[in-house]
């Protein structure tokens, strides 16, 4: 009869053979038996811990690289390791300080850029700014790791130290339009009139997850209430309702009453998920907005855009637009942060863009709209100053 090594040893050799030819849930269970009956063995922990973490089983992933660096605790690959998995679970702390450890005897300059991500996502910027600069001494044409830098200089206000580093980005191959985005934000020279749609679609699937409790409690957001108030006063109802950029539902619950019939359009499919369930909408789109408008065949009586515009500076395609989509006698209703002075449109470092009344209220003449009320009032609160916002109600 076998003894449990002698077992666990052929239930090694299986899962191996199950790994190298992809059925991954077998060399799972393989791994898994053979740990049971030879407790605590370091090679098959590794490649139990292996196999889970391809399956994207991160929580057991973590546990199997715990149980080793409880015996290996010198052991780079198995601290990077265990960061990786800790970053998979969105744990930024854990995830930076296992990456750190690992990395500091065996370095590695895309796993630093890693690193610099966890340390920006808990606002710790000097900390992110040191790992993307290891980053950088081992990979100094790396443009990715430039542009990073740039936008870590930006968030702390370096407006000159970033400019240069999306210029080095720039030199090094990083994306052409994302990082001349970034430049125009900092130099404030440029006007692109719309954000490149890979960063607004990955900021928003990004932040799907927490986005109404940092947006309503954290930054005190108040302007799809402030916006919808006096359509909810008027009681007026309406038998179809568009609501660009919807996001999760905030602006469309609001108006749920005064509808027959609401529909959706956002560009971030993780926003999208969480708007379908409230069960508010008669239709989601998945598009850019200009680009949904401009092919869009359906007619409204309201058509909604709270805190949208902040992502577009020129509107001139999208009033055009939504003037055709709108019923005789229909309401366009939306907000715009506020300018007080500079072009139409201006791109801040923040990466948002300001209008000037002067400019909305010259589209709406052009665009045929009637201006029915336009008042300033905060939208959020950045600290403990309010973002100024112009809301605005067009017939």
Same mark, same amino acid.
């Given at each position: 009869?076998?003894?449990?090594?002698?077992?666990?040893?052929?239930?090694?050799?299986?899962?191996?053979?199950?790994?190298?030819? $992809?059925?991954?849930?077998?060399?799972?269970?393989?791994?898994?038996? @053979?740990?049971?009956?030879?407790?605590?063995?370091?090679?098959?922990?590794?490649?139990?811990?292996?196999?889970?973490?391809?399956?994207?089983?991160?929580?057991?992933?973590?546990?199997?690289?715990?149980?080793?660096?409880?015996?290996? @605790?010198?052991?780079?690959?198995?601290?990077?390791?265990?960061?990786?998995?800790?970053? %998979?679970?969105?744990?930024?702390?854990?995830?930076?300080?296992?990456?750190?450890?690992?990395?500091?005897?065996?370095?590695?300059?895309?796993?630093?850029?890693?690193?610099?991500?966890?340390?920006?996502?808990?606002?710790?910027?000097?900390?992110?700014?040191?790992?993307?600069?290891?980053?950088?001494?081992? %990979?100094?044409?790396?443009?990715?790791?430039?542009?990073?830098?740039?936008?870590?200089?930006?968030?702390?206000?370096?407006?000159?130290?970033?400019?240069?580093?999306?210029?080095? @980005?720039?030199?090094?191959?990083?994306?052409?339009?994302?990082?001349?985005?970034?430049?125009?934000?900092?130099?404030?020279?440029?006007?692109?009139?719309?954000?490149?749609?890979?960063?607004?679609?990955?900021?928003?699937?990004?932040?799907?997850?927490?986005?109404?409790?940092?947006?309503?409690?954290?930054?005190?957001?108040?302007?799809?209430?402030?916006?919808?108030?006096?359509?909810?006063?008027?009681?007026?109802?309406?038998?179809?309702?568009?609501?660009?950029?919807?996001?999760?539902?905030?602006?469309?619950?609001?108006?749920?009453?005064?509808?027959?019939?609401?529909?959706?359009?956002?560009?971030?499919? %993780?926003?999208?998920?969480?708007?379908?369930?409230?069960?508010?909408?008669?239709?989601?789109?998945?598009?850019?907005?200009?680009?949904?408008?401009?092919?869009?065949?359906?007619?409204?009586?309201?058509?909604?855009?709270?805190?949208?515009?902040?992502?577009?500076?020129?509107?001139?395609?999208?009033?055009?637009?939504?003037?055709?989509?709108?019923?005789?006698? $229909?309401?366009?209703?939306?907000?715009?942060?506020?300018?007080?002075?500079?072009?139409?449109?201006?791109?801040?470092?923040?990466?948002?863009?300001?209008?000037?009344?002067?400019?909305?209220?010259?589209? %709406?003449?052009?665009?045929?709209?009637?201006?029915?009320?336009?008042?300033?009032?905060?939208?959020?609160?950045?600290?403990?100053?309010?973002?100024? @916002?112009?809301?605005?109600?067009?017939?």
């Amino acid at each position: 009869m076998e003894t449990p090594s002698e077992q666990a040893r052929q239930l090694f050799i299986q899962g191996i053979d199950h790994f190298e030819s $992809g059925r991954l849930v077998a060399a799972r269970d393989a791994f898994a038996t @053979a740990l049971a009956l030879v407790p605590g063995r370091p090679s098959l922990l590794a490649n139990l811990a292996a196999v889970h973490f391809r399956l994207q089983e991160f929580a057991e992933a973590r546990s199997c690289f715990e149980q080793l660096l409880a015996s290996e @605790a010198g052991n780079p690959d198995n601290w990077i390791s265990l960061g990786l998995c800790e970053e %998979a679970l969105g744990h930024w702390q854990a995830a930076a300080e296992a990456l750190e450890r690992g990395l500091a005897s065996r370095p590695d300059a895309a796993l630093w850029l890693r690193c610099s991500n966890c340390r920006g996502r808990l606002g710790q910027l000097p900390a992110a700014l040191a790992a993307v600069d290891k980053a950088l001494q081992l %990979a100094p044409t790396d443009g990715l790791a430039w542009s990073a830098r740039g936008s870590l200089l930006r968030e702390m206000q370096q407006f000159a130290a970033a400019a240069e580093c999306f210029e080095k @980005a720039l030199a090094h191959g990083a994306d052409t339009e994302l990082n001349r985005y970034y430049l125009a934000s900092v130099r404030g020279d440029g006007k692109p009139q719309a954000p490149p749609r890979q960063y607004v679609e990955a900021l928003f699937d990004d932040y799907a997850a927490d986005f109404q409790s940092h947006l309503v409690e954290g930054l005190r957001y108040r302007g799809h209430e402030t916006l919808v108030q006096p359509l909810l006063a008027a009681a007026t109802t309406y038998g179809s309702a568009l609501d660009l950029g919807c996001g999760t539902g905030l602006c469309g619950a609001l108006i749920r009453p005064l509808c027959t019939a609401i529909d959706g359009v956002d560009l971030s499919a %993780a926003m999208l998920d969480q708007a379908r369930t409230r069960g508010i909408y008669r239709q989601l789109a998945h598009d850019e907005l200009a680009a949904f408008l401009n092919k869009c065949t359906g007619r409204y009586e309201l058509i909604l855009a709270a805190d949208v515009f902040g992502y577009i500076g020129d509107l001139s395609g999208i009033f055009r637009s939504v003037r055709r989509l709108l019923q005789p006698g $229909g309401r366009f209703a939306f907000t715009v942060e506020q300018a007080t002075a500079g072009n139409d449109f201006n791109l801040l470092p923040n990466l948002r863009y300001t209008h000037t009344e002067a400019y909305i209220r010259r589209l %709406a003449a052009d665009s045929g709209f009637t201006l029915r009320t336009l008042s300033a009032a905060p939208l959020r609160y950045d600290q403990t100053q309010p973002v100024m @916002a112009l809301y605005v109600h067009l017939d």
